[in-house]
């Protein structure tokens, strides 16, 4: 095994493990950072990014396996800019330490979650990020979306008994300010126009990007093509390439998910960057 | 603080070594070792502010991956409980050259409560136990039954799904385990006597729970809490462990 521990970033706050192969190979292709997942350090859930990070470099592909601040080992700093400024500054500074390192000259972020959100950033902003796998990123209802969600409670709309029990619920259920809370929180993403914007962009520079979705995340994406539907205009195109786990959980808690999953991911980097 | 890859430079060991922010006040250094598994996860913030707390408070701090774990070398087919047995020791040692100190108080959350004791020698001044494990055997069953809930639990998954037996593995909770390991732990007790129980400086249970009252007979100071940290609630498993209160009485036991 050959890691090494990096400390960097602002007043050396941000503590990182390099995964680097012992063959040199990796100098002609890019380095994968995998981002946090959550508020889960660089381990990553059930050691995720230790085994990804470790499955790349054994087969030549130098990675990197970081806590941002505040997160795991890396101390929180102080400062004005905003969250995507300061997402944005941290990751560049993994980025700048691996180039001085390791001479890497390009990279791509892998994240779950707020990690995907945090991959999608440094993608947009940082020309030497040409790739992105994004597990459980930003979702946005489409007709079909509100079908499957809705489908039960609509059948039910047909017996009369039970659509007495649904108001009953519904009266029951709604929080004090009247409004009833179902749990699904779109305002979180982006708007959907920012999205669209930044896929724009990424594609007009020829970058890749893979997407993974989950059953874990079922109250916001729930079939196969939602996120096609959602842009229609941006697909098809090669640059992007979607899966969809309906089976598996956010977190990947069963080992047989995670070793689908890395090797989906390691497939995906092959066919684009090898 | 200062990361470190430590031991057998074949098969690294992962730590964090916290020097002391202010006038050494102790002459015991201290090793905090974690508990395995998915508890490992969840209480590693809580560790880490630990650690920050004791430096602040004038102590040196280690902390550490078993191999397997975390940073560490190796997956779990390598570990064993000699071998993180031999991690506590291994560290204990490093933890010695980094704070030019003798003397090592450890504090062991859980399932390393069992491994402490066990690593025990003339170095090891005493022992803080954090919601130790008294049983092996139902440290497995509790996170068996905790497998089994979360494989039907509709919050996690859309479909249900159903455990698949790898031969010679168990997974658990997100672990493929090593039967042989499995076996270990589940024979696995906290072994107080009167020959070693001088060494146990404090017990601290988040929830009376967790206490079968084994420490009863002798003279320890076992200190009781009233917040859960709920390690065998399945709803739970990816909560991170917040505990100020313990966090405190274990940095107070160092000044």
Redesign the interface.
Known sequence: ?N?K?L?FGKDKSL?G?ASVPTETDYLNRPAIIVLNSG?????G???LG?DIARQFSNSGILAFRFDLPGI??S?QYQSEKTYEERVCNDITSAMDILSSKYNIKEFVSVGICTGAMNSHIITVEDERVVGAVMIDAYAYPTFKYLYFRYRKKILKLLNPIAVLRLLSDIVSSADKSGVINEGVDYFSFPPKAVIKKDLIKILSENKKIFYVYT??M?YLY?YKNQLQDSFKSIFPTTNINVLYF??????F????DREKLKNSIFDWFSESFF | MEPTFFGDSEQPLFGIYHPPIKQVQNESAILICYPLFQEYTRSHRALKQLADKLSQSGNHVFRFDYLGTGDSAGDLTGSSIGTWVENIKTATEELKDLSGLNKISIVAVRFSAILALQSIDQSVEDITLWDPIISGKQFIDNLSDMNKEILVDDDRFAVKRISVKTKGFTEILGYMIPDSLISDLYKKNLEISSTNIHVIKNVLFSNKNYNDGCFNEYNTNVQMFDEDCEWNDFHQIEDAIISPNITKSIVDLFK
Not at chain 1, 39 to 43: D, G
Not at chain 1, 246 to 251: F, L, Q, R, V
């Open positions: 095994m890691e521990i400390q503590i493990i508020l889960v350090h660089r381990v859930p059930f050691r230790v795991g080992d101390t059953g874990g079922e729930n309906k089976k598996m959980d956010h977190t808690i069963l080992n047989r």
